[in-house]
């Protein structure tokens, strides 16, 4: 099983949907999550963090399920410029320093 | 003046060129990073940088060398790569090496076209 493992999507979507995708992690001892999200040849840009009791900025959710190793990103009402690559990255400690591990994102499509 | 620059944005070189990646950060972070980005891979750590010490360096080619003169400053030098080296190159700074993916900051990247 992948470290983290996303759906490649692409997702298309119409405008003012909603949509949510999911990312699995295989180790249990992963501590941080966070939500990623990357423009077509752009550097991938903090969208969210992911905490243990879920947490919603504006438009966007995420949650995390610690039983079932996997978080999640709910985008409410969407809009054009929310199209674009999310990665889902995992924080997992390891001796002296942590791993990072990123998954290989999910494309995501709005459509007019 | 953004947080992290890379130059130059893109490069075409040949197998036998040298050539390299400049990334500066202005930021005050103590921690740099080269990350790989290849088409439909994720992201790839290669050298991780922490007070100018090379603290990881994850089985990268010898054909890839960092270097880092300062806790600003960060380049990566590249000699007779293959056409499968063709990647975005991302650099990345944070306060410190570990942990806390949220306060990296990534820089514009290099694509880089190995022909």
């Known amino acids: 099983r992948k470290e983290v493992e996303q759906d490649p999507g692409p997702f298309n979507v119409p405008e003012g949907a909603t949509v949510a995708f999911n990312c699995t992690y295989s180790n249990s001892a992963s501590q941080s999550f966070f939500w990623y999200r990357q423009d077509c040849r752009k550097e991938p840009k903090l969208l969210m963090s992911v905490y243990s009791s879920g947490n919603e900025d504006g438009r966007f959710t995420a949650q995390l399920n610690r039983a079932s190793q996997y978080i999640s990103l709910l985008i409410r009402d969407s809009k054009l410029s929310d199209s674009a690559t999310y990665l889902c990255?995992?924080?997992?400690?390891?001796?002296?320093?942590?791993?990072?591990?990123f998954g290989k994102g999910t494309r995501l499509h709005i459509l007019p | 003046e953004t947080g992290v620059t890379q130059t130059p944005r893109h490069l075409v070189m040949g197998m036998t060129n040298k050539k390299s990646l400049k990334c500066e950060q202005h930021?005050?972070?103590?921690?740099m990073y080269w990350y790989k980005q290849s088409a439909k891979k994720p992201l790839e750590l290669m050298f991780v940088?922490?007070?100018?010490?090379?603290?990881e360096n994850n089985s990268v080619p010898s054909r890839f060398s960092p270097e880092c003169p300062n806790s600003s400053h960060l380049f990566l030098h590249l000699h007779t790569l293959q056409p499968e080296d063709s990647a975005l190159y991302l650099c990345?700074?944070?306060?410190?090496?570990?942990?806390?993916?949220?306060?990296?900051?990534f820089g514009s990247g290099t694509r880089l076209t190995v022909v």
């Open positions: 930021l005050g972070h103590n921690a």
């Open positions: 990345a700074s944070s306060q410190r090496a570990t942990g806390a993916i949220d306060g990296y900051t």
């Open positions: 940088y922490s007070l100018e010490e090379r603290v």
């Open positions: 990255v995992v924080n997992i400690p390891s001796g002296r320093d942590d791993k990072i591990i």
